[in-house]
């Protein structure tokens, strides 16, 4: 038999690294792509051919025609961001009707999910975690306390199944003195319920394993990044879900044999969105300046990211948790102009030396920096590695030994063209 296989991409920092292009420029490599976690927080960017695309919770294969998509068990999805997000593909003539398949498993997020988050975030006042506000989070609380409503209910008595999970969040919001209307809302979400049963709603993990037998290749697509981990990132500051590669087995039914190549994406600096500790966070004109060469502003939420240089630390810890074999370098071209680059290579925790990612990183820590040459040269138009600067090549080695990893993909620019495959 013919075994097909599965190969993992994820984010290795705290999100926004630039996984929507990468699997778009791997997908021709494969069968299937599936998105194993994660909710309409997420945005991935894409642009090709002079269009730019934002995919929140479509698997980032959908512009690749003849290629099965998957929106996993391990998903949390909105109806009616979900109706907004495929309208919007469709009308700019991408069939999503033939090529998308959604998980039964998979969680729905429900309007009051979203005014429980925005209750929750009120009540915790300065020690807000900073939610996008989806919904995210409630939505994972009942799915791990056994009261979530989940895509597949929406073939059977599922009106009666909807009232119930929104009197039951009622109840709390009365509890907790919270105001809100959720008519417009929600009349938009039961579209979206009517729309979403045009869908393949499937048994993901049937369908995946029978490609697999069948000698199919899958690409599992991982949201945000391994920093914000329930598990393994900044904890409290984290997202409700597992962001890295064991999440790829239990968002989409597939053993851990069946795991191949796992891809590492990671910017050649640093960001991070909303509250949470940043060691290498610069707070002077030098991370302004990353923030607009990078155009670093949240694809769905449009929110500042804060910006600082790269860290080897968390980048290490990431790599080991992850089991990564290949890096991806991505917005190399945002460092093009700078006469020095810095990067992170240990930490002093009160004091004390560490190239390990310690327990807490809240206080205490004091990032410890190497400084190389910069290289000066736009790299925007290279077609190849042989072009690139020696600077840039000096840059890329020093990564790979400290990280123990391969850099195999860097990314230029933000267009599908501007990707080198190096040998």
Not at 106 to 133: N, S
Not at 138 to 164: C, H, M, Q, W
Not at 379 to 400: C, G, H, N, V, W
Request: aromatic share 8%; charged share 25%; net charge negative.
């Amino acid at each position: 038999m013919n075994q097909g296989k599965v190969d993992v991409l994820l984010g290795l920092q705290w999100g926004d690294e630039g996984k929507g292009k990468v699997v778009d420029v791997l997908t021709p490599q494969y069968d299937v792509v599936a998105r194993f976690q994660g909710g309409p927080n997420a945005g991935h960017t894409l642009e090709f051919e002079g269009q730019k695309y934002v995919l929140r919770s479509i698997p980032s294969g959908i512009f690749q025609g003849g290629k099965t998509n998957i929106i996993g068990n391990g998903v949390v999805l909105a109806p009616d961001l979900f109706m907004e997000e495929a309208q919007a593909l469709e009308a700019s003539g991408h069939a999503l009707k033939e090529r998308l398949h959604i998980s039964k498993k998979a969680h729905l997020i429900m309007p009051t999910h979203r005014v429980l988050d925005a209750a929750y975030e009120a009540q915790k006042g300065k020690d807000k975690v900073g939610t996008t506000g989806k919904g995210i989070g409630p939505t994972y609380t009942d799915k791990v306390s056994r009261n979530g409503l989940r895509v597949g209910d929406i073939l059977d008595n599922f009106e009666a199944k909807y009232a119930a999970h929104k009197a039951r969040h009622e109840a709390i919001l009365k509890s907790l003195n919270f105001d809100y209307d959720i008519t417009e809302v929600e009349q938009k979400w039961l579209k979206g319920i009517e729309y979403l049963r045009q869908f393949h709603l499937v048994d993901s993990e049937h369908e995946i394993n029978k490609a697999l037998r069948a000698g199919k290749s899958i690409l599992c697509e991982g949201a945000q990044g391994t920093m914000l981990d329930v598990d393994f990132g900044s904890y409290p500051f984290v997202t409700s879900s597992n962001t890295i590669c064991a999440g790829a087995c239990t968002g989409l039914g597939i053993g851990p044999n069946k795991i191949g190549e796992v891809y590492g994406i990671m910017k050649a600096y640093c960001t991070r969105v909303g509250a949470g500790p940043f060691p290498t966070e610069l707070f002077d004109e030098t991370g302004k300046l990353i923030r607009d060469l990078g155009h670093e502003y949240g694809a769905v939420t449009g929110r500042e990211r804060r910006c600082g240089w790269i860290d080897l630390v968390a980048l290490r810890y990431s790599i080991m948790v992850n089991g990564v074999t290949q890096l991806i370098m991505m917005k190399s071209d945002v460092l093009d102009g700078f006469d020095t680059i810095k990067a992170c290579t240990a930490y002093k925790v009160n004091g004390e030396l560490t190239r390990d990612f310690p327990y807490d990183i809240e206080s205490g820590i004091e990032p410890v920096y190497e400084t190389l040459p910069g290289w000066k040269t736009d790299m925007t138009q290279f077609t190849s590695e042989s072009q690139f600067p020696k600077q840039f090549s000096d840059y890329i080695a020093f990564l790979e030994k400290e990280l123990e990893t391969p850099i195999r993909i860097i990314s230029i620019g933000p267009d599908r063209a501007q990707t080198i495959v190096r040998k």
